[in-house]
Antibody, heavy 122, light 110 residues
């Protein structure tokens, strides 16, 4: 079964750090661009970051650039998001998602995890 | 504030056809293909349409996408009660150098 499972969410104080992980299974992970998307409570979807199959290219939303770092371990079929200097407005469900087409980007995200909740609060 | 604008709501009765619009600019919709997502309450989004008008396997042909210039539309034919959800358009934006989602449209089945 094709699957993505996020982990690492929780409660963090403003200014703190956290690493989110996403374990992939059921498909050839190295063939796909991977992405992080977040959704604040009661709000719409916000793209956070994308990483190309061999990590040559990384893209970030302006709201997180310089604070968040995306990475992947193709040997472990895992995607990561390191979050630093967290703000209250980073509170959201964080989803990892796979591009629908191999070796491309922003073609549409067809596989999504169930999400990891991050709450930034003192 | 999103660069892709959608109406906040749309509605129809069972069996009707509902259309949702998404308006952008030459730096996003005018240049790149568009995707549509459905999000049922409390669940992760689901890809309905990619590359403007392609359906992933398993998505019924009641859902269709079209494009004209810097605007796109999602049509839902034969509206069903389980189509009640939020719908988001999305694409790449050159000026932001990132992927952008629309503001979202809540579809209600009357």
């Amino acid at each position: 079964e094709v699957q993505l499972v996020e982990s690492g969410g929780g409660l963090v104080e403003p200014g703190g750090s956290l690493r989110l992980s996403c374990a992939a299974s059921g498909f050839n992970f190295i063939d796909y661009t991977m992405n992080w998307v977040r959704q604040a409570p009661g709000r719409g979807l916000e793209w956070v970051s994308s990483i190309s199959p061999t990590a040559n290219y990384k893209y970030y939303a302006d709201s997180v650039r310089g604070r968040f770092t995306i990475s992947r371990d193709n040997a472990e079929n895992s995607l990561y998001l390191q979050l630093h200097s967290l703000r209250v407005e980073d509170t959201a469900v964080y989803y990892c998602a796979r591009d629908v087409l191999k070796n491309s980007y922003a073609t549409g995200f067809d596989i999504w995890g169930r999400g990891a909740m991050l709450t930034v609060s003192s | 504030h999103s660069v892709l604008t959608q109406p906040p709501s749309a509605s129809g009765t069972p069996g009707q056809r509902v259309t949702i619009s998404c308006s952008g600019t030459s730096s996003n919709i005018g240049r790149y293909t568009v995707n549509w997502y459905q999000q049922l309450p409390g669940t992760a989004p689901k890809l309905l349409i990619y590359s403007d008008n392609q359906r992933p396997s398993g998505v019924p042909d009641r859902f269709s996408g079209s494009k004209s210039g810097t605007s796109v539309s999602l049509a839902i034919g034969g509206l069903q009660s389980d189509d009640e959800a939020d719908y988001f358009c999305a694409t790449w934006d050159d000026r932001l150098n990132g992927y952008v989602f629309g503001t979202g449209t809540k579809v209600t089945v009357l």
